[in-house]
């Protein structure tokens, strides 16, 4: 059996965090998925789903989530109930995440334009949780690694593998 989920949406507030009486981390935002289609207006439709994250994960989030984020979830969907004061029993639908990544920077959401950047952040029982940058090397990001000026490259065919 499999229960997976990879949502891409926008927050549509900033993310609550709080704390279970035994001190464990808990953290709820919902996430504005699009459709893949348009409604009989021709206006772009969305799901707003619910997500929740525990632990280390969740006070990240908190701190670095915002309204209107662009933002990766992996996780698990669950269901949940409970008897409301109306003695009714009401269910709950959620993404349990485990994984989230923001796919845009702070300065980008607020305006400004920066470059694109990209973490991930784990979490779950046997991950800390913790942000992984996508910088894989120094260099600055704006040099065009490739750009030679026009010059010719010098290889030698004994470099080339054919």
């Known amino acids: 059996m499999l229960n997976r989920v990879i949502l891409i949406g926008r927050l549509t507030k900033d993310p609550e965090l709080r704390y279970t009486p035994s001190g464990v981390a808990v953290t709820q935002f919902t996430l504005a998925v699009d459709r893949p289609f348009t409604g009989q207006g021709g206006e772009r439709e969305a799901d707003f789903i619910p997500v929740v994250t525990w632990r280390q994960l969740a006070e990240t989030c908190a701190n670095y989530l915002r309204k209107g984020r662009l933002t990766a979830v992996e996780g698990r969907i669950q269901v949940r109930n409970y008897e409301n004061n109306e003695g009714k029993r009401v269910y709950v639908t959620e993404v349990i995440a485990d994984n989230v990544r ?20 784990s979490g779950g029982s046997n991950s800390s949780g913790g942000n992984r940058g996508n910088n894989n090397n120094s260099r600055n990001n704006n040099q065009d690694p490739f750009s030679d000026e026009g010059k010719p490259i010098d290889i030698s065919d004994d470099d080339l593998p054919f």
């Open 102 to 121: 923001f796919l845009e920077s702070n300065r980008e959401t607020s305006g400004g334009g920066g470059n694109r950047e990209e973490s991930s952040l």
